[in-house]
């Protein structure tokens, strides 16, 4: 099983700023395959970015993702305030599993 | 538009078994596998498999086997989740999600367990 290890665990920024999100895979994972999310306190997760770099339907250009092999990044240029939330890495090869979240808090 | 509308919330005792059921509408239910995640309270998620809605077949999380059971019926477009031997580590709320391009694009509300004596 492919393990995500995402960092840092929590990030506090204050809005505008850019937010940087790192999720590193324990063996190399396909990018079509690499996903990220946003989610929300009493919320189902939302999807953001699919095949590593893809901006899923409706999300802002401020979100971007990007990366190869075991290294992945997901960017938020200037943060909003509705941006502060949780958010997950998933990778999809034989199993499914996500990483442990990056809480991007209010600083 | 597309909608997953789950079942409600469920309250069982140890040992007994939940099923969650999962309503798609707004696309052609049988092109797209379907997957069920879970979330501990204050916890992450947790994959625990999908079904193919088409052919039926399946594929769980190992931590799963022998405990879960995907199903569904395709004139009525809903997929099931059974869990079985329920134990107060199963207090969670359930979540089916379509997935499209290796990305889960729609999810159902959830669905909340609890595993109580």
């Known amino acids: 099983e492919i393990v995500l290890t995402q960092s840092p665990g929590t990030l506090s920024l204050s809005p505008g700023e850019r937010a940087t999100l790192s999720c590193r895979a324990s063996q190399s994972v396909g990018s079509t395959y690499l996903a990220w999310y946003q989610q929300k306190p009493g919320q189902a997760p939302r999807l953001l970015i699919y095949g590593a770099s893809s901006g899923a339907t409706g999300i802002p250009d401020r979100f971007s993702g990007s990366g190869s092999g075991t290294d992945f990044t997901l960017t938020i240029s200037r943060l909003e305030p509705e941006d502060f939330a949780v958010y997950y890495c998933?990778?999809?090869?034989?199993?499914?599993?996500f990483g442990g979240g990056t809480k991007v808090e209010i600083k | 538009q597309v909608q997953l509308v789950q079942s409600g919330a469920e309250v069982k005792t140890p040992g007994a078994s939940v099923k969650v059921s999962c309503k798609a509408s707004?696309?052609?239910?049988?092109?797209?596998?379907m997957h069920w995640v879970r979330q501990a309270p204050g916890q992450g998620l947790e994959w625990m498999g999908w079904?193919?809605?088409?052919?039926?077949?399946?594929n769980y999380a190992q931590k799963f086997q022998g405990r879960v059971t995907m199903t569904r019926d395709t004139s009525i477009s809903t997929a099931y989740m059974q869990l079985s031997s329920l134990r107060s580590d199963d207090t969670a709320v359930y979540y089916c999600?379509?997935?499209?391009?290796?990305?889960?694009?729609?999810w159902g509300q959830g669905t909340l367990v609890t595993v109580s004596s």
């Open positions: 999600a379509r997935m499209v391009r290796g990305g889960l694009d729609y």
């Open positions: 998933q990778q999809y090869g034989s199993s499914l599993t």
């Open positions: 079904i193919n809605p088409n052919s039926g077949g399946t």
């Open positions: 707004g696309y052609t239910f049988t092109d797209h596998y």
